[in-house]
T-cell receptor
Framework: TQLLEQSPQFLSIQEGENLTVYCNSS?????LQWYRQEPGEGPVLLVT?????EVKKLKRLTFQFGDARKDSSLHITAAQPGDTGLYLC????????FGTGTRLKVLA | NAGVMQNPRHLVRRRGQEARLRCSPM?????VYWYRQLPEEGLKFMVY????????ESGMPKERFSAEFPKEGPSILRIQQVVRGDSAAYFC???????????FGPGTRLTVT
């Protein structure tokens, strides 16, 4: 059983489009992280959200933590080819539990 | 402050040989995690160690795989008698506290021929 489910699994969009990636669980997490992994590299931490309902912005990326701290979303505005990669959420529950991942491809 | 270091970056082993993967955590980090990733898949947790102790090895195969994080030196993930199915990217991450953000190394890509 997967504690953290991400959707969609795969997403291919045109440059300039907006998109949202979801990270859902039935467990309550004390914090949640989002990472991006590019081919051939290790995941890179993008953001940590801690408080229920918290919203954080990182340039064109907006991260939201659900009120009940069970889910999170990542919204990208005006996607660019450089946003291509595997997006992973991770919830803290004793140790970090990683989600199933969303593989994003942004076409020029 | 140097990031998480892993070596080698690429490792080729023949079936039946041993593979040793090394991970040096970020300075000040005493928690180390190992993950395995197959092509086009997500991260699969293997083991969580704190200096000299294995905290959680629930993701480690029962045979042939072992991990250590000695008082001095890097953490080692050891795979004995490798088989083709062990071919994957192995990532190490470290954190300063048990429940804090993890920082990843660049990974070791193991190929078993």
């Amino acid at each position: 059983t997967q504690l953290l489910e991400q959707s969609p699994q795969f997403l291919s969009i045109q440059e300039g489009e907006n998109l949202t990636v979801y990270c859902n669980s039935s467990s309550v997490f004390s914090s949640l992280q989002w990472y991006r992994q590019e081919p051939g590299e290790g995941p890179v931490l993008l953001v940590t959200v801690v408080t229920g309902g918290e919203v954080k912005k990182l340039k064109r990326l907006t991260f939201q933590f659900g009120d009940a701290r069970k889910d999170s979303s990542l919204h990208i505005t005006a996607a660019q080819p450089g946003d291509t990669g595997l997006y992973l959420c991770a919830g803290t529950l004793g140790r970090n539990i990683f989600g199933t991942g969303t593989r994003l491809k942004v076409l020029a | 402050n140097a990031g998480v270091m892993q070596n080698p970056r690429h490792l080729v082993r023949r079936r039946g040989q041993e593979a040793r993967l090394r991970c040096s955590p970020m300075k000040g980090h005493s928690h180390v995690y190992w993950y395995r990733q197959l092509p086009e898949e997500g991260l699969k947790f293997m083991v969580y160690l704190q200096k000299e102790n294995i905290i959680d090895e629930s993701g480690m195969p029962k045979e042939r795989f072992s991990a250590e994080f000695p008082k001095e030196g890097p953490s080692i993930l050891r795979i004995q008698q490798v088989v083709r199915g062990d071919s994957a990217a192995y990532f190490c991450a470290s954190s300063p506290l048990r429940e804090s953000e993890q920082y990843f190394g660049p990974g070791t890509r193991l190929t078993v021929t």
